[in-house]
């Protein structure tokens, strides 16, 4: 019999991990409990490639996510080749915007100098210029800076070329809807137990099941918990490409309650705009609240959506940890589980240098100190 390693979670972690060291395996098995592949937070995700902006690249991992994002061209192409699939990347980065003076110290006095001291390139644009830079923005933003490095994307394309890479390798086997009810170790692999009493046995395993993967591999109380965040799509009339020229970010004022707005275009006329983070919330069903909150924040920063229309509404969740860092690396002092998961909101932006960085695991290859470093940081053993 040949070697096999089974993966647990087939979203865009999972997917990617499977496709990374598929050639180190006879087989492998790629489970998920959805219906099909990258149908949970991957599904719900807005899609921006955020190695500068988010609150977990300004630490430690910083280098790594910024690296996850130097990655993504060849990604891409790697994936077109082996799927057929185009996934349309805007590469213009992001702007943070502020539309009143405490968030314009915010940005001026917090984020900035943290972005400057840790390298990162920050251009300030000129309050005159904003309108040519961004045509749509209000006149009432008081400040813009641009963060070049950022990306986005739609990750319900990316998973489509990811789908079609995975089932095109004749060494994967997908299992939709086969829901894990356990990990047992047995012998020098592990046995992986379906609810509906099935058994898939391999010699390693890979748990990348996003917010569910504390029940199969349990931490302390508070280590992990579900983030749900809410979102929804519009069309902007008569737009055939993107919409905006960036995607664009923004803390608001709305109804008392301050809104986190990011608005992220697609290539055919849509904009999406998310997000909420409710921390605790295994729900998926959208809110008629939320979503008004959402689409108020959105018109103070763009008050031509008053006139796109609105196509739909989600809601996802993401796996949150205590610390804000993902987990990644071995579970077990034999090595025989890997953890791959609580990439939070930053799943998408460190896809691919996860699955590079797994697959080093698995090949037990000698890590570079940048990659040691993360697996520090990142190691599952600290909420165990």
Avoid at 56 to 70: D, H, I, K, N
């Amino acid at each position: 019999m040949g070697s096999a390693l089974v993966v647990v979670g087939a979203g865009v972690i999972g997917c990617s991990v499977a496709a990374a060291a598929s050639d180190l395996f006879d087989k492998v098995v790629l489970l998920d409990a959805r219906p099909d592949t990258g149908m949970a937070a991957s599904w719900a995700a807005i899609g921006g490639i955020t190695p500068q902006s988010d609150d977990f690249c300004r630490g430690p991992l910083r280098q790594f996510a910024e690296a996850s994002r130097q990655m993504y061209p060849q990604w891409l192409a790697e994936l077109e080749a082996g799927s057929g699939i185009s996934v349309p990347f805007l590469d213009s980065g992001l702007l943070q915007v502020a539309l009143d003076p405490a968030e314009q110290r915010r940005v001026q006095d917090q984020l900035v100098p943290q972005w400057v001291e840790q390298g990162f390139r920050v251009e300030q644009l000129d309050p005159g210029g904003m309108a040519g830079t961004e045509p749509l923005l209000s006149p009432a933003v008081l400040s813009a800076v641009r963060l070049p490095s950022e990306g986005a994307l739609e990750p319900r394309v990316l998973m489509s070329a990811l789908r079609t890479v995975v089932r095109r390798n004749p060494r994967i086997e997908v299992r939709a809807g086969a829901r894990v009810r356990a990990l047992v170790p047995r012998g020098q692999g592990v046995e992986v137990r379906l609810e509906d009493g099935g058994l898939v046995r391999g010699d390693r395993c890979v748990v990348a099941a996003g917010a569910w993967s504390p029940e199969l591999v349990p931490t302390r109380p508070g280590g992990q918990f579900p983030v749900r965040g809410q979102a929804a799509e519009l069309v902007v009339p008569g737009s055939t490409g993107y919409p905006l020229r960036h995607h664009v970010y923004c803390k608001v004022a709305v109804d008392d309650t301050t809104v986190s707005s990011y608005a992220v275009p697609r290539h055919d006329g849509r904009v999406v705009v998310g997000v909420t983070y409710d921390q605790g919330r295994w729900d998926e069903e959208p809110e008629d609240g939320a979503n008004e909150r959402l689409l108020a924040a959105l018109r103070l920063v763009f008050p031509a959506s008053r006139d796109w229309r609105l196509t739909g509404s989600w809601a996802g969740i993401r796996p949150g940890t205590a610390d804000g860092y993902p987990l990644v690396g071995h579970s077990d002092a034999e090595g025989r589980v890997v953890m791959a998961t609580g990439h939070f909101g930053v799943g998408i932006t460190l896809a691919p240098i996860t699955a590079a960085l797994v697959r080093s695991v698995l090949a037990g290859t000698e890590l570079t100190a940048g990659q040691a470093e993360a697996l520090r940081v990142m190691d599952p053993r600290r909420f165990l």
